[in-house]
Nanobody, 127 residues
Framework: QVQVVESGGGLVQSGGSLRLSCTASGPKFSVYSMAWFRQAPGKEREFVATISRNGGSTNYADSVKGRFTISRDNAWNTVYLQMNSLKPEDTAVYYC????????????????????WGQGTQVTVSS
């Protein structure tokens, strides 16, 4: 079973950029679909972005489409979330999640489809 650790969070001004990384340990990272979720204070955890095993399929929440980009480097067992044009409403703890799908092109937007989670990394966007 893969384990994941997030990094790259921090404090940034509105309009700025951050890149989050999620590094996996364990066998066969390339067979896992990966995703980013986030949870703001007092709110439910919500889907942000997901990417298929080979990176060929991606999906984004409407709230981040056009601003965030998910990518992966299977050689380095890492998935990234490039976040541009950040807004105060993007402030949250960001979580990396993984699941081993049946089909290589499968991607999932529900947190209940993922069985491996990191501890999260805080992103704070000041106005």
């Amino acid at each position: 079973q893969v384990q994941v650790v997030e990094s790259g969070g921090g404090l940034v001004q509105s309009g700025g950029s951050l890149r989050l990384s999620c590094t996996a340990s364990g066998p066969k990272f390339s067979v896992y679909s990966m995703a980013w979720f986030r949870q703001a204070p007092g709110k439910e955890r919500e889907f942000v972005a997901t990417i298929s095993r080979n990176g060929g399929s991606t999906n984004y929440a409407d709230s981040v489409k056009g601003r965030f980009t998910i990518s992966r480097d299977n050689a380095w067992n890492t998935v990234y979330l490039q976040m541009n044009s950040l807004k105060p409403e993007d402030t949250a703890v960001y979580y990396c999640a993984a699941v081993r799908p049946v089909y290589s092109s499968n991607i999932f937007t529900s947190e209940y489809d993922y069985d491996t989670w990191g501890q999260g990394t805080q992103v704070t966007v000041s106005s």
